[in-house]
């Protein structure tokens, strides 16, 4: 009886400790040394893209998965054994991204901001990070208990362990942009004189796979006065998940007509010169899953018969109500934003360099002292998605100080020193005062296929008129006193075509309202559904050229061709001054694409 006692004891005993042994060893199967590699797909503004294709290929360039990307632009491919795989991104109308030697380690995980654009797509290796079951408490008890699997817990003197890290090239994904262009006018009127200067580049490239380099360049000549001009721009901006800060500074100079050094400086007084340096921060974060901040400022220093310094802060909320919802409010003050609104050119990073470099300082001359146009914008808006219709509505409320409004009057009408020659058009600024205004925008859209948009514009806005049509005088006063702020109705037709065939890309519109106002829309906008006076034609055409490391475009920019919103208003000799805020404007140009 004692020996059956015992045996039956130590067999309970036997299945215990085997029992106790199945939970860690099973704990430890299900253990894998594995790693993930996720990512998020955004466009060139930092917009979230849903439903990009995301490959994976493996070493062999295999397709080892696939993933389309959520309603957050985000993807993940879980459980890769450690290897270097490749991954490729497509969406319509983007070029596709490509990422190869991306190093997987066990445990660790590869997150990747991937960049889609419609020129130039990169994707860029943020951070590796641990991933968050690495290591269970049941594996650490097995190590410390099992004898056979303990491994040996000591390290040399002066030995620790390092981890392989991906290599990353200094400079990567490098492009360039060389454009040649000539034309008549003033390309961003309302906006600041822009330099027809004939010649611009930029340059950007990747360094050290998260930060953006670039710098562009522009010099030449005004069509119409053949007056030197030159300006550069230097941009550095890093992308760290969320957030992308960015730094620029901004340098032009332009000479003016000597007629003009002699009316303020005397006959000694020499050339004048206009300089400006600009040094702006722009930075976005995303406070939660809907709530983004885009803010930023530009210090900028003016001299021209005078030193002028300014600080000219701006801000964004936006607050998305789920996929087809969102609200805006736009806060600018000092410089116009005009980079905040969609254009009608092309998106790259390196088109937006260039048309900032052109914008000089609107500045006028009021009794011989210099002034910059100042002013301060505020605006809310609400935009919703309704299948293939998208429908918004914003409203704003601006203050200008010193308007810089363009003047075509008979020679020696106005005083000298209350006139500035724009070197651009040909014609003369005059300082129209400060003014105030507040109106409301509202837009629908409708997109027919991938390629074709039709968008229909009404507003009611501020405007300028005059209160009689006769100037008795030169008195600059007199011509101030009588320029008011009223309020103007307009409807605007917008088309948007692009041909799948042969690449062109064409927008036209034209706004019908009152001929009896001068400035015809909001100056200060950011809304990207802004009008624009009078009829106006963008086209770009790519021109095929085979065998070569660069393509090759035309482009054409044709605003307020019927010069609608001109003001006159006859004088006493019988002649007539002309208001106007956007003259009309031809330009052409050939861009070289590497």
Partial sequence: MSTRTHISAGSVVLGVLCLAA??????????????????????????????????????????????????????????????????????????????????????????????????????HLVYPGEHPAFMTDDWKWVLRTAGSTRPVMRMLPDMTPEEE?????????????????????????????????GTAFAVGTSLFGSNQVQFAGNVGSGAQSGIPSAAFRSTFRRDVGSASPEVSVTMRELFLPSRMGVAIFGPEGGLPMLRSISTELH?????????????????????????????????RLSYSLGDTSEIEFDYTSGNARPDLASANGPEDGLQRQVGNLGLFPLISLRAGRADVQRGQDLEAGYSRTMGSRKFSVSAYHESIRNLALTVASPEGFLPVGDVLPDVFSGKSIFNAGSFSSMGYLASATQNVGDNLSATVTYGSTGALSAEHNEVA??????????????????????????????????????????????????????????????????FRQAIPVSGLPWRMELTGDLRNLLQQGYLPLPTMDGSKLVLMETPRMIRGGVSFIF
């Fill in 22 to 123: 199945a939970a860690p060893v099973e704990a430890a199967a299900s253990f894998k040394l594995s790693g993930v590699i996720a990512g998020l797909v955004t466009n060139d503004e930092g917009v979230p893209q849903m439903g990009a294709a995301v490959m994976l290929f493996n070493r062999q360039e295999r397709l080892s998965e696939k993933a389309l990307t959520d309603e957050n632009g985000s993807f993940v491919f879980a459980g890769l054994l450690p290897d270097i795989y490749s991954i490729r991104v497509t969406l319509a109308s983007f070029v596709p991204a490509i990422k190869n030697n991306i190093l997987v380690q066990p445990g660790m995980r590869s997150v990747l901001n991937v960049s889609m654009a419609a020129l130039f797509s990169s994707i």
């Fill in 165 to 197: 890290k991906p290599h990353r090239p200094v400079f990567s994904d490098t492009r360039g942009l060389l454009t040649f262009s000539a034309g008549d006018g003033s390309p961003v009127a309302g906006f600041g004189s822009s330099a027809d200067m």
């Fill in 283 to 315: 930075d976005r974060s995303r406070i939660t899953d809907s709530l983004s901040l885009q803010y930023g400022m530009a210090l900028d220093s003016v001299v021209f018969n005078d030193h002028l310094s300014y600080l000219s802060p701006y801000a």
């Fill in 473 to 538: 005088t030169g008195d600059p006063d007199e011509l101030r006193s009588i320029i008011h702020a009223g309020r103007q109705q307009s409807v605007t037709v917008r088309v948007n075509v692009t041909s799948p065939h042969t690449g062109t890309h064409i927008v036209a519109s034209y706004q019908l309202a009152d001929s009896r106002s001068s400035v015809a829309d909001p100056v200060y906008s950011t809304s990207s559904f802004r009008p624009q006076p009078g009829l106006n034609i963008y």
